[in-house]
């Protein structure tokens, strides 16, 4: 009995479909799925340890003198000599410099010359009036006659003779400058032939000890008291710092709204110099000598830890914080020295989770990066092979008509 297939296009179809199903049966009798063991999540840690935070504030400014003068003469004249240089060290009366006095000597001597007439004269009318007393108490000469000796006497202007003497030596002595500190020169301003006025011809320093000016706002203005020790770093005089003491507290603001403070240096060496750029390191607060520090980071932001057990599960943990800096924490309560805490990747975990510890900028960093990533290509793989699916079909139900 001949049969007759009135629809070829059904036949070719279902052939298809074997073909298709025998192939895909054969891949994936050739896959093959490789289960590797989760080595759990990739954390940072460190080990909780006893420390101290310190919180301080640097106040800056320039160093100054103690005593910081400047020298001028009494007297105007032609500077005859120079006698210091600068970076001396000189005493207090110490000369300075030495104006020119030719011309006051000339009249020094003048004026003692007439003071010596007038006293020669005066000592002479002295007598003659004391022997005119005498005389008028014995009735041998007149009252007129004694009177007139004693006018003698004292129309004799002997005390401005000496006034002018004592003056024109003073001038004399005044051109010698004398410093009035002992100190440093820091500058001489004067050359001889040189004439001096009423103008400065030397500074002069007294650095034994110098003084830092620190203008402080209100906040800081707390942190420092009378008398307190202080360190201040000088960069240019030392890589050590200096040990200063607070030496007088402000009473009221400046200009500027802040709060001068004014801090003494012992300079016994000499090496710090005013001018010289400073640092003040004023601590505003501490916590208890050792007490635990941790990273910050390791804390979030419910005040909780990860603390790493010796299997390498990680327990969420309630902790007590205090004071903090700029990176580490003070914990009170809730951990003991040298137990293990997550600094990074904490994010990632759950109470109980296991962990792998990396250290440095590790797969901690980059381990949420990587789960999304793979997320990402599963969904892709997911979408790649429903866009497949749906073109087969598209086919399959096109070529259908095209048979009829």
Known sequence: MKMTLKKPWLLAGMLVVLATALLCGGCGGDKQTVEQAD?????EVVQAELGQIVNSTVVRGNVEATDDVYVAPKAQGVVRSVNVSVGDYISNG??????DTVDLQTALALAKSQYDTLNTSYQEAV????????????GAVSLAQYEQAE??????NLEGARLQVQQIQDQINNCTVRSTISGQVAEVSVNPGDMAGS??????????????VANVTE????????GMEVPVTISAASAEPYIGRVSSMPVAANATMTYPVEIIIDNPNREIMAGMFAEVNVVREQSAAENLIIPKSAVNNDGQVFVVDAQNVAHLRNVETGLSDDNNVEILSGLTAGETVVTVGGYLLSDGAEVRVVSGESEADNTETENNTNDTNAENNDNAE???????AADGSSAAPANN
Do not use: H, W
């Open 199 to 212: 103008g400065p011809v030397a500074r002069v320093v007294d650095i034994k000890q110098v003084k830092l």
């Open 127 to 138: 007598k003659n009036r004391d022997r005119y007393a005498a005389l008028y108490a014995e």
């Open 39 to 43: 080595p759990g999540i990739a954390v």
């Open 94 to 99: 110490q000369v300075i410099c030495q104006l």
């Open 151 to 156: 006018t003698a006497v004292k129309t004799m």
């Open 219 to 226: 906040s800081v203005l707390a942190s420092f008291s009378q």
């Open 386 to 392: 429903n866009n497949d699916n749906a073109e087969n």
